[in-house]
């Protein structure tokens, strides 16, 4: 205790806290899984590694999320780190009532999550914890498997868009 009066919690507007945070730049994942019916997979931002020993790694789906409980059944998925020649996989992967996996290749890794071809680095795991976390769902997985092609450059997203000069002004405007 502090020994500081309480003081209530200030409401944030969810448009300026998107907007605030969208100042850090983020790198973007394809999380797969080989499910019942075939490979799913979903596209997430919210990536983090979390953990050396164990080695753990978490991502945040969306609570409303209809793949992330898909990928829950399966146990094990894989994180796959998108290149920055990967913006339309990013697109595909986000939407919801297609196959995301239409003319995408990829190869099964050791334990038989989808790993995408391109990308930066691919982390495979299991699921070892889930946690609510607001309108998303917190997991952690614990690290299974791992590898990175050091000659690719990461797709990130900053400020609502692909890649940081992108969303930053024009310094001769």
């Known amino acids: 205790m502090t020994g500081e009066p309480d003081v209530p919690a200030q ?24 499910g019942t019916d ?11 590694s979390l953990s050396l020993d164990p080695p753990l790694v978490t991502f945040a789906p969306s609570r409303t999320s209809t793949t992330w409980p898909r990928l829950r059944e399966a146990g094990r998925f894989c994180v796959n780190v998108l290149s920055e020649d990967q913006r339309a996989l990013s697109g595909q992967f986000a939407r919801t009532g297609t196959d995301k996996f ?28 889930e946690y609510e976390g607001g309108d998303h769902t917190i997991v ?34």
């Open 11 to 34: 409401v944030i507007d969810p448009r300026a806290m998107r907007d605030v945070l969208g100042h850090f730049a983020s790198g973007v994942t394809v999380v797969t899984a080989m």
């Open 38 to 48: 075939g490979p799913v997979g979903f596209t997430c931002q919210s990536f983090s």
């Open 102 to 129: 239409a003319g995408v290749d990829w190869a099964p890794s050791a334990h038989g999550s989808p790993v995408l071809d391109g990308v930066v680095a691919w982390i495979d795991g299991e699921l070892w914890a």
């Open 140 to 173: 952690v997985a614990r690290v299974l498997d791992l590898g990175a092609d050091a000659s690719r450059t990461p797709l990130l997203f900053h400020r609502g868009g692909y890649g940081v000069r992108a969303a930053l002004p024009d310094p001769g405007a």
